[in-house]
């Protein structure tokens, strides 16, 4: 152990430490010991030089020869003394060159000993290289994951007859199902069987050998049920490497990956041709075309669900079973077939590959030649909508078939049918609610009971695309109604004051009994219209559609939908509409006829000193309620809906009507933002709410209601006053109401506003004495309740107000003159002249004696002061023709506009009245607009 430690600490000190040790050494044993041996102590120096040249070569031999001979004149002229240095030199030069000698060839051993070793060394590393490079070429061989074949190519007079296998890797045994000891050091012919066989592959091998130009990826034919490619290169000597790939899956998957390619080709057609359009036919035209795209068939078709039944919407194929008639009205329920109902049920595919055998296949004469069955369920936001059904007469056609490289055609398809019926739904709704909005502005217009009957059958003429409309009203005999008004078709002359008895009419007996429409698809041969089949007849009325004109619970009339023409079907959708509509024009009529009423019997009330006649007619209130929220409910496609109103306590809302709900709640008493129709009544605002069951702010009274069903709620407004809330909701799952929805309900919680105040007004009309009995205007007290009503909507919209204080200048000449009866014919053509310049929207008052105030409303002051001046000249102008003679008059007007820090209209009359006696202080006859500054001085 010692000896390897010394052995490493010699191996790691410097080599030059070994001749310098040395030469100490030789210098040590020199003065030690020359005087006992004397000069022949000089031979001991070779022993440095030796080390030097065998430690650090010739070159350094070379050096310490001549360190030694320098050393040893110091030596010798040191301790043994030389006379003569050039003799000594002379004497010691053979010596010198022996040491010489001795270190040259120290160190030409040395270099011939170092050589050796590093020839050897690299002899070894060599060695060591190419076992390194043998091992991993054959691990690379053995790992490879091509196969591969070293071959011996075997020539006969320069020609190659064969080939034998001198080594295979495992990959070569797995590709070829060839083991080693099948292979190796086998001929080819015994392998693959003859000469012939293999006689392709030994030209190929015979050009790699002869030109060493390697050759790749060519087909190897000798195994068919796979694609196997192959490679070959020279390795000299007649041997060939080959290296064989087996590509059978890979070609597979560009098979596939090209399949996958084309079929998002077609996807990609197939949605853009869809992109195209949103009309609902031409996108089931669009997906019937492509179907055969995906799968082949025999017939093939869309089959839709819609409310529990399926209808055949597009097919193909049927025509060559003589199945074009059954496919065009094929419309059953959904559990009258068995796979449409399990598909229903599971949202899945299903395949029948043998319907003779399946218990799910609902067999009937139609669809006997169906043997094999596909259904793709076409399925949009979580709801099956409809079915892709493909049919074919073969047996097992259809078994096995990878349908889910359809369900992105399905997708596609759901996502285009639910968007065109979406688009043709809100198409729908739009038109729908375009139309009810105009005819409801129509309407709405001020215009006399006359003009409004008119305007009421052209609307509804318009709205239905129909050639012909009758509006009838009850006569006060109620025995027959009076045809009105009409829209006659070109060829019909109008029947405008026709008589239509009630008598032995059971069409109308069944209108009034039931207060609902009643429609004849063949009027002239229908016996509930036999009473009135010389009309049908005489005005060629194919099919008529007649609607109740309903206020209050009582028929007040009829309006007849005239269908002209023998092929014109009325939808029901159209049926709806015309109901809606119908129901706009019964409030509207009412409320001319009230207007009408309330003129006629406000001037009898006011001759006989402003007595108070009640004259009431009771109104079926609960079955106008009913109505109300039963077309509210049909309006909007819902489901369900509740009708509440303000009761005496202003505070609380009560439940009056409940159409369609799971939960009755009726008679359920709210307060104000309580519930959603307490929060709708507080806030003046429609609230939808996506989930009822899971709402946070349902009353106690409702906690129990856990269904999640949309719900709407919206106010009924009266002349800025809550008058109750309706309410409609849909079935779970349904979609959300959204704005449109809210706007289209409170257009329609207007026209209810308008008959629920119609009939309040009917029985409190009675005790008011508003007008004014000579002018036929009104009155102090009729002109203030107006008036602040305006001013109260004047505030809360920030519309303008004016008022006009009218004076007729020198009156008191007239009756003085004339007497009062002239004076009284002058103020009744005052108050007509003044209706006919103003709108009917104005209000005008007569405010005592040949004092007139009227109301602008929505007009500024500048307004004001032109139509002040119109009235001027009316005046001035056109002398006024009395039994006394034609007399002219003149007028002075102050004109004021409402401000907003004013506290009512006495406010507004007193500025006008200023402003009124200053033009009569600035010589009458002329206009003057109220100015702050009158107020002050006047003050």
């Known amino acids: 152990m010692k000896f390897i430690y010394l052995k490493q600490l010699i191996n790691r000190m410097p080599k030059f430490v070994f001749p310098l040790a040395a030469t100490l050494l030789y210098i040590l044993i020199f003065i030690s010991f020359q005087e006992m041996i004397g000069g022949g102590l000089a031979a001991f120096s070779m022993f440095p030089v ?16 001549l360190i030694v001979l320098i050393l040893n004149i110091i030596l010798y002229s040191t301790f043994i003394g030389v006379e003569n240095t050039g003799t000594y030199l002379l004497e010691a030069f053979p010596a010198f060159l022996s040491i010489f000698a001795a270190g040259v060839v120290a160190g030409w051993i040395r270099s011939l000993d170092q050589k050796n070793k590093l020839e050897l060394a690299e002899r070894k590393k060599v060695e060591l290289a190419l076992q390194i490079s043998e091992n991993k070429f054959r691990t690379q061989f053995e790992n490879m994951v091509e196969g591969m074949a070293i071959d011996q190519i075997i020539y006969e007079d320069g020609e190659p007859i064969d080939w034998i296998i001198t080594d295979v890797n495992p990959a070569f045994e797995r590709i070829m199902e060839l083991s080693r ?20 592959f030994l030209k190929v091998f015979d050009t790699v050998l002869k030109t060493g130009t390697a050759i790749s990826n060519q087909q190897h034919h000798l195994i068919r049920e796979r694609k196997i490619t192959f490679s070959a290169s020279s390795l000299g000597d007649n041997h060939i490497a080959v290296i064989f790939n087996d590509v059978t899956e890979q070609d597979k998957a560009l098979q596939s990956e090209q399949k996958q390619r084309d079929f998002a080709i077609t996807m990609g057609k197939i949605t853009s041709a869809l992109n195209k359009t949103m009309k609902f036919d031409e996108v089931l035209d669009i997906i019937l075309e492509n179907m055969g795209q995906f799968v082949t068939f025999q017939a093939a078709d869309i089959t839709l669900i819609q409310d529990g039944k399926l209808r055949m919407a597009r097919h193909i194929g049927y025509a060559k079973f003589g199945l074009e008639n059954f496919a065009e009205n094929f419309h059953v329920t959904l559990d009258a077939i068995s796979t449409a109902k399990w598909m229903y049920q599971n949202q899945i595919p299903l395949i029948i590959s043998d319907t003779s055998s399946a218990d799910l296949w609902t067999t009937f004469p139609e669809v006997a030649w169906i043997k094999s069955y596909m259904g793709l369920p076409i399925i949009a936001k979580g709801n099956m909508v409809g079915i892709l059904n493909f049919h074919s007469a073969q047996k097992g056609y259809y078994e096995g078939f990878p349908y889910k490289q359809l369900m992105p055609f399905a997708e596609q398809v759901a996502i285009a049918i639910d968007n065109a019926r979406t688009f043709e739904d809100a198409q729908k709704r739009s038109h729908r609610l375009a139309l009810i909005n105009q005819v409801a502005f129509q309407l709405s217009q001020p215009s006399d009971l006359e003009t409004i009957q008119q305007l009421a059958v052209d609307c509804m003429a318009s709205a239905l695309n129909l050639e012909q409309v009758g509006l009838a009203l009850l006569n006060q005999d109620k025995d027959s109604l009076t045809i009105v008004s009409d829209h006659p078709a070109p060829d019909n002359s109008s029947s405008k004051g026709s008589i239509i008895t009630l008598e032995n009419n059971p069409s109308m007996d069944y209108i009034f009994k039931h207060k609902t429409s009643f429609l004849s698809k063949d009027a002239q041969h229908d016996p509930m219209l036999e009473a009135v089949k010389h009309f049908m007849v005489g005005q060629r009325i194919y099919s008529i559609l007649i609607i109740p004109l309903i206020i209050g619970g009582d028929v007040i009339g009829t309006i007849g939908c005239d269908v002209t023409s023998e092929k014109r079907i009325l939808t029901q959708d159209e049926i709806n509409l015309a109901e809606i509509l119908a129901n706009l024009v019964a409030g509207q009529i009412e409320q001319a006829r009230l207007l009408s009423m309330e003129k006629k019997r406000t001037a009898e009330l006011a001759m006989l000193h402003e007595t108070s006649l009640a004259i009431t007619q009771p109104y079926d209130l609960s079955q106008l309620h009913q109505q109300i929220i039963e077309k509210a409910v049909w309006l909007l496609d819902s489901s369900a809906g509740m009708l509440y109103l303000e009761t005496k306590d202003k505070d ?11 939960y009755d709640p009726v008679g ?23 989930n ?45 109401f959204d704005k449109n929805d809210a706007d289209l309900l409170s257009l329609f919680s207007s026209q209810v506003a308008i008959t629920l105040e119609n009939s309040r007004l009917y029985q409190e009309v009675q005790e008011l004495a508003i007008l004014d009995p000579l002018t036929g205007v009104y009155n102090r007290r009729g002109f203030t309740e107006i008036a602040e009503r305006e001013i109260e909507r004047a505030q809360r919209f920030q519309n303008p107000l004016a008022l006009l204080f009218l004076d007729l200048d020198k009156f008191k000449d007239v009756n003085d003159t004339h007497g009062h009866g002239v004076g009284d014919q002058i103020l009744t053509d005052i108050a007509n002249r003044c209706k006919s310049t103003l709108r009917n929207v104005d209000v005008i008052c007569r405010q005592g004696g040949e004092e007139f105030v009227i109301l602008l409303v929505e007009s500024n002051l500048k307004t004001a002061v032109k139509i002040a001046k119109r009235i001027q000249s009316v005046i001035k ?6 039994e006394a003679g034609s007399i002219s008059l003149t007028v002075s007007i102050g004109v004021a506009e409402y401000q907003s820090d004013m506290t009512g209209i006495d406010n507004l009359i007193h500025h006008a009245d200023l402003a009124m006696y200053k033009a009569k202080s600035s010589g009458r006859d002329c206009v003057v607009p109220f100015l702050i500054d009158d107020d002050s001085k006047n003050t």
């Open 877 to 882: 102008v056109y002398p006024f023709q009395t």
């Open 181 to 200: 000891e099948d292979v190796i050091g086998k001929l080819a012919t015994t392998i693959y069987g003859s000469y012939a066989t293999i006689e392709p």
């Open 692 to 736: 009822y069951g899971t709402w946070a702010q349902k009353p106690n009274t409702f906690r129990n209601v856990v269904d999640d069903f949309p719900l709407l709620s919206v106010p009924v407004f009266w002349q800025s006053e809550i008058k109750g809330v309706i309410q409609i909701a849909r079935e779970p799952g349904k979609q959300t």
């Open 652 to 662: 609380i809302l009560e439940c009056k009507v409940s159409f369609n709900n799971q």
């Open 668 to 690: 359920t008493k709210l307060r104000m933002g309580e519930g959603a129709a307490g929060i709708v009544a507080q806030t003046h605002q429609p609230l939808i709410i996506s």
């Open 50 to 65: 030796i080390l030097a040249g065998w430690f650090l070569g010739i070159n350094a031999a070379l050096f310490w020869s």
